[in-house]
T-cell receptor
């Protein structure tokens, strides 16, 4: 079983829909990252959080440390949001990032 | 600032050939990383460096070597290419230590390597 599990693996949506991507992990962590990988392959960091909630534009990330779970929400989704969203946790023991396999999101007009 | 740059973007190698993947960052970051991304798998750490002259193995270091002679450059060397090394390789850098508050990693555009 992977230490970081994301669901769903694939997600399609109509423009304007509210999107939720989930991440569960089984190790002790010091931080959790959400990353976006564009269709061309480039990876950018969206959020780093260790508690609570963060918001940036239409993106919201939450984390529940007790339940070892994080969610990434996209409000009013747009075709340009189409990408792979990757959850990564920083292991408390090793300080290294452990990556999930990603959620592929496609938003249609 | 160019951020993190990688060359080449694409490369096809024959089994047994060697090559160096170049990575350069212009953000004066001490921490640099090499990852590989295989289809359907999460990124795996190959090697990392906490500063010039200091490197250490990650999760999947076999078949690779690195050096860090300057703060800016962190090349990854494949000595005897094997089909199992077919992957997309990402270089990344960060400002602070891994456990630091500002440890966002900045990624390069990736190198797609095929070994035939």
């Amino acid at each position: 079983k992977n230490e970081v599990e994301q669901s769903p693996q694939n997600l399609t949506a109509q423009e304007g829909e509210f999107i939720t991507i989930n991440c569960s992990y089984s190790v002790g962590i010091s931080a959790l990252h959400w990353l976006q990988q564009h269709p061309g392959g480039g990876i950018v960091s969206l959020f780093m959080l260790s508690s609570g909630k963060k918001k940036h534009g239409r993106l919201i990330a939450t984390i529940n440390i007790q339940e070892k779970h994080s969610s990434l929400h996209i409000t009013a989704s747009h075709p340009r949001d189409s990408a792979v969203y990757i959850c990564a946790v920083r292991s408390y023991n090793t300080d290294k990032l452990i990556f999930g396999t990603g959620t592929r999101l496609q938003v249609f007009p | 600032n160019a951020g993190v740059t990688q060359t080449p973007k694409f490369r096809i190698l024959k089994i047994g050939q060697s090559m160096t993947l170049q990575c350069t960052q212009d953000m004066n970051h001490n921490y640099m990383y090499w990852y590989r991304q295989d289809p359907g798998m999460g990124l795996k750490l190959i090697y990392y460096s906490v500063g010039a002259g200091i490197t250490d193995k990650g999760e999947v270091p076999n078949g690779y070597n690195v050096s860090r002679s300057t703060t800016e450059d962190f090349p990854l060397r494949l000595e005897l290419a094997a089909p199992s090394q077919t992957s997309v390789y990402f270089c990344a850098s960060s400002y602070s230590p891994p456990a630091g508050l500002y440890n966002e990693q900045f990624f390069g555009p990736g190198t797609r390597l095929t070994v035939l």
